[in-house]
């Protein structure tokens, strides 16, 4: 089965796969977030083309592990997102993703300017490993 991670953001929806072993998360693109909430031809494409069978969205919780007002909107956004693909969704823990992504970017010599659209797929990425590394010690 093929996963498909969404670090949903205000702006922009950072977007990873799984293969369809479900071992190995990569880093697919990023999307205006208006077009993934409205369903637009762009999302529709990475769909197609990904065939996912779940989303994996990332939820945003405190350091103490709360869910905050952030968390509840994209439990909404995920909801709106999984009813009109027809797509199931689950959550996974997104703390510190999109630091650990900044930092790598950092290290492979990107600036903030250059980086600022690939945070979000690699974010994405790193949290659906985690989800799936999980996923196998069960």
């Avoid at 796969?17 to 762009?42: F, I, N, T, Y």
């Avoid at 350091?63 to 968390?71: C, D, K, S, T, V």
């Avoid at 997104?94 to 300017?113: N, P, Q």
Wanted: charge should be negative; proline fraction near 5%; aromatic fraction near 4%.
């Amino acid at each position: 089965m093929r996963v498909m991670a969404l670090d949903i953001g205000e702006v922009r929806v950072g977007v990873a796969v799984s293969d369809p072993g479900e071992r190995v998360a990569s880093p697919v693109c990023v999307l205006p977030a208006a077009e993934v909430q409205a369903g637009a031809k762009s999302f529709k494409r990475v769909l197609e083309d990904w065939e996912p069978e779940l989303l994996v969205c990332g939820l945003p919780l405190t350091l103490a592990g709360e869910e905050g007002p952030q968390a509840e909107r994209i439990r909404g956004v995920a909801a709106a997102i999984s009813e009109r693909t027809g797509i199931p969704h689950v959550f996974a823990d997104e703390r510190l993703s999109s630091a650990e992504a900044k930092r790598s970017l950092r290290e492979k010599g990107y600036d903030e300017k250059s980086m600022r659209g690939k945070v979000d797929m690699i974010a994405a990425s790193l949290f659906l490993q985690s989800w799936l590394d999980e996923r196998t010690r069960r």
